[in-house]
């Protein structure tokens, strides 16, 4: 593993000055120099949180310019982490990173680190949740909180409009505790999205007669949340036995537990020719959310918004999808029952009759669209069609260009969203075996 050092101006002697005051506690056991600041004592992690956001409050990271033809170019930012060092203080480490282009995509590269006692590696992530690898005089230490900008080398903002400091994933931070802190947090903001569904009465436009909140299961809300943020090729990799049992699921619910309301605010993926893709926790895309003119036929076709007036979803897809964690479960509910209003007399029976088995075609047209999920079914009422024999060969069957043509009723993400499903939630084969 490779770390970058930093150029930057710090005289001889203050730095061996830091350097001693860091490395002699580690040498003298509980013996601290005297002007070395006092241990924390024994906090929790979002106590540790807490203090690591108070010392990046007044930082701010810096856009990074070069002259290019006479003129000021933006090529990087600073991303700036809050650590934990081993004596239970904290400090801001800077890193500077450089835009490099992969493909078509922009990505970024660490130039530099300062203090340059210091180093950093990203290691998984991207976007203002990387993750970085941080050592400070050859110790690693624990990353608490960061403060980013985006890539037009603005300042990112939260839910509040203020500066923001997120708090990216670590191992080190994902304790069991942290996680089932998660996983109480998000089941709190599907019932209070449920309830809030049934005291304003919307009914269900899938199955009539019954309420949107009683039609579906709230442990489907649960793992659709959960898979929209399992990254694809962490997934991969736990299929093959690479990673921990459950480490994918944890991450989501850990970055819940840390970051509150403000978990995957963030969340904004960029669809080719539009100006906004999927948004936030429940990943609803604006043209799902609002009206829209087809290119086709030039028919308006009505989104969630106008077609559940009595939900009183708000204006903007943005408040709809990012104003609240309940607020996109309340919106993920209605896009829900949207999908099963489209599907098959058949199927909805079915659905209604066992919403745990079926409901993998509904998550089939969450990712995909009401049209594949319905190929999909009619194709899974023939018995020779075994949907978990696929999924259980799932990733050779992508990498054999022959065999490829069996999955073509689906496209590749979507088969994989669905495979996340079955293993993620646990759920009987949808052929009912």
């Known amino acids: 593993m490779r770390y970058k050092k930093v150029s930057c101006p710090i005289d001889i002697e203050r730095r061996s000055t830091m350097r001693l005051v860091r490395i002699l506690p580690l040498l003298l056991g509980t013996t601290l120099l005297a002007e070395s600041p006092k241990p924390q004592g024994s906090l929790t992690t979002w106590e540790k949180i807490a203090k690591a956001k108070e010392v990046l409050r007044i930082e701010e990271p810096k856009p990074i310019y070069a002259s290019r033809k006479g003129k000021a170019t933006l090529v990087g930012k600073e991303s700036l982490r809050a650590l934990e060092r081993p004596d239970g203080t904290f400090h801001v480490v800077r890193i500077r990173l450089l835009f490099v282009r992969r493909g078509k995509n922009i990505d970024t590269a660490v130039q530099s680190v300062y203090p340059e006692f210091c180093a950093a590696e990203r290691i998984n992530g991207g976007g203002v949740n990387a993750s970085y690898r941080v050592l400070c ?107 921990p049992e ?31 893709g999927a948004l936030c926790l429940m990943q609803i895309m604006p043209s799902t959310y609002n009206d829209r003119k087809e290119k086709r036929t030039g028919k308006i076709r009505k989104g969630i918004r106008s077609s559940y007036p009595e939900a009183r979803l708000p204006l903007s897809a943005q408040e709809g999808s990012c104003g609240s964690h309940a607020s996109a479960i309340k919106t993920a509910y209605l896009v829900l029952d949207s999908k099963l209003s489209a599907m098959q007399p058949e199927f909805k029976r079915l659905f209604a009759e066992d919403p745990e088995t079926y409901g993998v075609y509904l998550a089939v047209a969450y990712n995909g669209g009401e049209v594949r999920a319905r190929n999909l079914f009619a194709k899974t009422r023939n018995p020779a069609f075994k949907l978990k024999e696929i999924l259980n060969d799932l990733f050779r069957t992508l990498g054999l260009k022959k065999e490829r043509q069996k999955l073509s009723v689906l496209r590749q993400e979507t088969w994989i969203y669905i495979k996340k499903y079955f293993e993620l939630s646990n759920i009987p084969d949808a052929n009912g075996e």
């Open 246 to 276: 459950n480490y994918t699921q944890e991450k989501v619910l850990a970055q819940l537990s840390l970051n509150g309301p403000e978990a995957f605010f963030y969340s904004k993926s960029k669809i080719r020719g539009t100006t906004a």
């Open 137 to 243: 005089d050859g110790v690693e230490e624990t990353v608490f909180a960061g403060k980013d900008l985006n890539s037009r080398g603005k300042e990112i903002t939260g839910p509040d409009g203020k500066p923001e400091c997120y708090v990216p994933y670590s191992d080190a931070l994902a304790t069991p505790e942290v996680v089932e802190a998660g996983r109480a947090y998000l089941k709190k903001q599907i019932s209070l999205a449920a309830n809030e569904l049934r005291a304003q009465r919307v009914h269900s436009r899938g199955i009539p007669g019954k309420l949107v909140a009683d039609v579906f299961q709230e442990k489907m809300l649960y793992d659709l949340a959960v898979i929209e943020h399992v990254d694809h090729k962490e997934f991969y990799d736990e299929s093959t036995g690479k990673l």
